[in-house]
């Protein structure tokens, strides 16, 4: 049963690959809905097989603190088109974000499926927080019609955070005193063979104690709960200084690869770690030479098995000093080598200073076709793009 939901995931098309047509479609535009700036995109497919597609909406400008809202579009035919924007997510005034949305379809209350969004807020901007003033906490909701009505937010932080001083109502000390904390960005994951089938988990990266040189106090790691949400644990953090903004994947039976933005930018390579035991704890990381990047967001998503070992997309900008060139790879072993190689999205204009493509998802639309919800235009829009590798 669960093998035949694994390869019914990840290889049934819900989009026939002869109706899919390459074209990118806008999907989040900035400077409109009420919104100065889109950012920060997720997609999953709903248990009916509507795509979602999360990001923040910032109220008043590009910074990563401030109004911002959780905001959701859906398509109900492949990413054609999307409907009305929706809010599903905010703390009044102040920053709600860093959406990661996973769909549960292994709980036997919700044979239907039931959807998860992971998600963080925050008191101040990241560098006040770093330095010991403002928290973030984390909280999840769930939706048991496909993401059309959210329950009420609960609150995780004390399970799967390390703050200092987790709240100004109490006496308790962690000794760990993580300070700056968040969430992937991009989708989570729920595992689907092996002994640890139906664990979700997700990536996270925080800082701990006083700023440190090239944010070397930063490290990635993942929280997890293999009782659909009832409890939650931390994962083993990644061994390397500096680990930002991860995103994870199932490549077998209790394996997991989480692949990481490396804050330090003293090395232009994603960080790669590998657990055997389902994400707790890691065997090894390494930074993949064949995996440039200029210090930003990736995705990463199984999206099949060969004969040996699972076949992986990965997502990124492709270079190593700007935000550009935007490409998605294949990999036919597990993340090992990346056989195949195409180009989303780049500017031509050499002249353009500024970012022009940069955070991205990815979800499987059908054989062979990848969808990538991704940043471009210099943060003008959020759009999505059917891909064929």
């Known amino acids: 049963m669960k093998h035949r939901y694994y390869l019914s995931f990840f290889l049934v098309a819900v989009m026939s690959v002869a109706g899919a047509r390459p074209r990118?479609?806008?999907?989040?535009?900035?400077?409109?809905?009420?919104?100065?700036?889109?950012?920060?995109?997720?997609?999953?497919?709903a248990p009916n097989n509507d795509l979602l597609a999360f990001c923040e909406g910032r109220v008043h400008g590009a910074s990563d603190f401030g109004n911002i809202k959780i905001v959701?579009?859906?398509?109900?035919?492949?990413?054609?088109?999307?409907?009305?924007?929706?809010?599903?997510?905010?703390?009044?005034?102040?920053?709600?974000?860093?959406?990661?949305?996973?769909?549960?379809?292994?709980?036997?209350?919700?044979?239907?499926?039931?959807?998860?969004?992971?998600?963080?807020?925050?008191?101040?901007?990241?560098s006040d927080i770093r330095k010991g003033h403002g928290i973030r906490e984390v909280w999840y909701k769930t939706s048991v019609d496909n993401g059309r009505t959210w329950s009420d937010p609960v609150n995780i932080t004390l399970q799967v955070h390390r703050p200092r001083q987790p709240s100004v109502n109490s006496s308790y000390v962690f000794p760990e005193d993580w300070r700056s904390y968040a969430t992937t960005p991009g989708?989570?994951?729920?595992?689907?063979?092996?002994?640890?089938?139906?664990?979700?988990?997700?990536?996270?990266?925080?800082?701990?104690?006083?700023?440190?040189?090239?944010?070397?106090?930063?490290?990635?790691?993942?929280?997890?709960?293999?009782?659909?949400?009832r409890s939650f644990h931390l994962g083993q953090d990644v061994g390397v200084p500096g680990g930002n903004e991860a995103t994870a994947a199932e490549t077998g039976p209790g394996r997991v690869m989480l692949n990481a933005r490396n804050q330090r930018g003293d090395i232009r390579q994603r960080i790669v770690a590998i657990s055997s035991d389902g994400g707790a704890a890691w065997d090894t990381a390494y930074f993949d030479r064949n995996l440039p990047d200029p210090v930003c967001q990736g995705s990463i998503l199984t999206i099949g098995s060969g004969t040996d070992h699972a076949i992986v997309a990965f997502c990124n900008n492709d270079d190593t000093r700007r935000r550009n060139n935007l490409t998605l790879r294949i990999s036919l072993d597990e993340g090992r080598s990346w056989a195949r190689k195409v180009v989303v999205d780049r500017t031509t204009d050499t002249s353009r200073s500024a970012d022009y493509t940069a955070y991205s998802d990815i979800i499987q639309l059908g054989d062979r076709v990848i969808g990538v919800l991704y940043e471009r235009d210099s943060y003008g829009q959020i759009a999505f793009a059917p891909v064929r590798w």
């Not at 689907?192 to 925080?206: D, E, F, K």
């Not at 006083?210 to 990635?220: D, N, R, T």
Request: aromatic content about 12%; proline content about 8%.
């Open 24 to 45: 990118r479609v806008p999907v989040f535009v900035s400077g409109t809905e009420g919104y100065a700036v889109f950012r920060i995109p997720a997609i999953v497919r």
């Open 72 to 126: 959701m579009k859906r398509s109900a035919d492949g990413g054609e088109t999307w409907a009305a924007l929706e809010v599903v997510a905010s703390y009044d005034t102040l920053q709600a974000g860093n959406p990661a949305p996973v769909p549960d379809m292994l709980d036997p209350r919700y044979p239907g499926g039931r959807l998860f969004l992971f998600y963080c807020t925050g008191t101040s901007q990241e």
């Open 187 to 229: 989708h989570a994951v729920q595992l689907v063979t092996g002994r640890y089938a139906g664990r979700i988990l997700v990536p996270i990266n925080h800082s701990s104690g006083e700023p440190g040189p090239q944010f070397a106090e930063y490290a990635a790691g993942d929280f997890y709960t293999d009782d659909h949400g």
